[in-house]
């Protein structure tokens, strides 16, 4: 609990730890019991107090990335925000080109849109069926494929926010998350 407040007073993307550390305890400890449950109680409350205590600065963030913030609610959709990321994050790595510090989705085809949809999709039936199969048949090695996944997809969940404090896609947010993409894809193969 001291590592965690020490990466939290340097950087905010800590914040996911407690998710991390349930996936870990979901796939890895055995036997799964409530003891190990309530050892995470400690993560999620000094997570929580530091979300509490950074919200205050959402607007002043929200300032910094839009420019032309004026106060007003600035809302996106979900479900059209997060399979853009999930697929573009995926995109850039397996395939890095046009890399750039900020990519903006100003016209996103309605065809790659779809795409989009798709990955997200297949991603996330990936985490269920590996996650069914690995708990379910006790095959710990596969264990790895969906825990890799959750562990890229929370990596992001700051920045899949359905409010405008950063950019949908820059390569920086994936850096983290790309150990477990790659975790993941080497398991499989």
Same mark, same amino acid.
């Given at each position: 609990n001291i590592f965690l407040i020490l990466s939290l007073s340097s950087s905010?993307?800590? +914040? %996911? @730890?407690?998710?991390? /550390?349930i996936a870990m305890l979901v796939f890895f400890i055995r036997p799964f019991t409530k003891i190990n449950i309530f050892s995470t109680i400690p993560? #999620? !409350? !000094? =997570?929580g107090i530091y979300t509490l205590s950074r919200t205050s600065d +959402? $607007?002043?963030? /929200?300032?910094? +990335?839009n420019p032309g913030y004026t106060g007003e609610s600035v809302a996106f959709d979900p479900l059209v925000q997060i399979p853009i990321a999930i @697929? *573009? @994050? %995926?995109?850039?790595i397996l395939i890095p080109f046009n890399l750039t510090l900020y990519h903006e989705f100003n016209s996103f085809p309605q065809w790659e849109y779809a795409l989009a949809v798709i990955v997200t999709i297949i991603t996330l039936e990936i985490i269920i069926a590996s996650s069914y199969y690995a708990l379910k048949k006790q095959r710990p090695l596969v264990t790895l494929i969906p825990f890799g996944l959750i562990f890229f !997809? =929370? *990596?992001l969940a700051l920045t899949l926010l359905p409010i405008n404090i950063a950019w949908v896609v820059a390569e920086r947010y +994936?850096? /983290?998350? *790309? %150990?477990? #993409? #790659? %975790? =993941? /894809? $080497?398991?499989? !193969?």
């Open positions: 905010e993307k800590a +914040v %996911i @730890y407690p998710a991390i /550390l993560a #999620f !409350i !000094i =997570s +959402v $607007s002043a963030r /929200l300032g910094n +990335v @697929y *573009s @994050y %995926i995109k850039l !997809i =929370s *990596s +994936v850096h /983290l998350g *790309s %150990i477990g #993409f #790659f %975790i =993941s /894809l $080497s398991t499989a !193969i």
